[in-house]
């Protein structure tokens, strides 16, 4: 597929740092790719006003608002902390984060993390007095409230205190939830109004009708409508979940709450591709696409590599007859994407993901690195990681352009980025 989209480098750069390395140049390059010419700056506009957060800022909030209400106990007191929803949605992720947080791990007596809302009576109220329920966005507010009165709503009288502490949330939500929570904690600054809302200023007070109309006419195609008793269409979920309009995603994907046009991906009847996608076989895919690129890579670096590069990349030997060659294993897969994933931004939890791997095979991985020297001791990449892996760029650079030198496949796939501006001038 042709790519065709005219922005300069420079904004490129700005926007890759804008969603914080959670999505590669290219990945951005394809997801302005989606909109029609005329309305690639209101697309950057979008990408401008979207905001990701990282694993590091996730924990960070933890960190610190768990630590304030430990502060506020009585020292003889502990938290029972639950995430909110069934295993594997987003809560769980959340857990995985608090298990990160300096405060968990200075406090093991103090927080205990409990994953099923059947267990949380069974703790001895005397000590642990107090319930935190987690999770990463408050959108409408209705998977929280419904969750409550499902699982949680006869638990109200077993804690002395029950608080709400969450990533980010949207003002209409977190005012539906309020009720149900001694306190709803979330920073101020996380807290957002609807897109296209009078009373918000995302794209300029009331001057977000263009903005509006571009993410409603793809959201209709990406979303399914409801049929109305007059058997007109009407689609609810074109700006997000009943309505929600937010501009807000994590590292791991976004929730339904966000503008369809981030998220969503192709269907039967529209192709699309997505900035951060939401669901399961959608990463699943980005991340072939990926591992298929990381292969190529190697398979360059196997015919052109130096042998320093060789040695560390391709070491696994094999012997056919009397003749030995080298080839490429999972390790030297794994290692050369780990080194190229870290380059690139992305948290571990995003390599174990995008890699298909688990965390202790991630660390396998960082050890054997470290055997090679590629990375340090704290299992960042060394001196000698960061040379090789320049060196390797440098090569891939200049052998695809040497191995499809006239050739047509490569021509007719070719990625036509046409950028506004180059060494400063147009």
């Known amino acids: 597929m042709s790519i065709e989209v005219h922005i300069d480098s420079i904004t490129l750069d700005i926007l890759s740092r804008r969603l914080k390395n959670t999505v590669t140049p290219m990945g951005i390059l394809n997801w302005l790719n989606n909109f029609e010419k005329e309305e690639t700056e209101i697309a950057i506009d979008f990408l401008k006003r979207f905001t990701v957060y990282t694993s590091n800022e996730i924990e960070e909030i933890f960190h610190e608002q768990f630590n304030n209400i430990l502060r506020k106990l009585d020292k003889s007191k502990s938290l029972v902390v639950h995430p909110i929803g069934t295993f594997g949605k987003s809560g769980s992720m959340m857990s995985y984060l608090v298990r990160k947080t300096n405060i968990y791990k200075n406090n093991p007596q103090r927080i205990e993390l409990c994953s099923s809302s059947d267990l949380l009576k069974k703790f001895n109220v005397d000590k642990y007095n107090t319930l935190i329920l987690i999770d990463d966005f408050v959108g409408s507010g209705k998977s929280i409230v419904d969750y409550w009165k499902s699982d949680l709503e006869d ?243 200049n052998s695809f352009a040497f191995k499809f030198e006239n050739k047509n496949e490569y021509l007719n796939n070719q990625i036509n980025y046409i950028p506004k501006t180059f060494n400063g001038r147009s």
Not at 170 to 177: A, Q, R
Not at 208 to 218: C, D, L, P, T
């Open 155 to 397: 638990i109200r009288n077993f804690y002395e205190n029950i608080f709400f502490v969450g990533v980010a949330g949207m003002e209409l939500g977190i005012y539906n939830i309020k009720r149900l929570f001694d306190e709803v904690i979330i920073p101020k600054s996380n807290i957002y109004r609807k897109a296209f809302s009078n009373q918000a200023s995302y794209f300029g007070y009331r001057n977000y009708s263009n903005y509006k109309e571009v993410a409603y006419k793809y959201g209709c195609k990406l979303t399914k409508p409801r049929k109305l008793k007059s058997k007109r269409l009407k689609y609810d979920n074109a700006l997000g979940y009943e309505n929600s309009q937010s501009l807000v995603g994590f590292f791991y994907g976004c929730p339904n709450n966000t503008l369809p046009i981030f998220w969503q991906e192709s269907n039967s009847n529209f192709k699309w591709a997505s900035l951060l996608p939401r669901f399961n076989h959608h990463k699943i895919s980005q991340a072939r696409d990926f591992r298929k690129s990381i292969a190529f890579e190697l398979s360059l670096l196997q015919e052109f590599g130096t042998q320093r590069i060789q040695r560390d990349f391709l070491t696994y030997k094999v012997v056919n007859h009397k003749k030995k060659f080298d080839t490429i294993n999972h390790l030297n897969f794994s290692l050369y994407a780990i080194i190229k994933l870290m380059r690139n931004g992305y948290s571990e939890f995003n390599i174990c993901q995008i890699l298909g791997i688990s965390h202790s095979d991630y660390l396998e991985y960082l050890n054997s690195g470290k055997e090679k020297g590629l990375f340090n001791p704290k299992f960042q990449i060394s001196i000698k990681g960061l040379e090789i892996y320049n060196d390797a760029k440098k090569i891939i650079k």
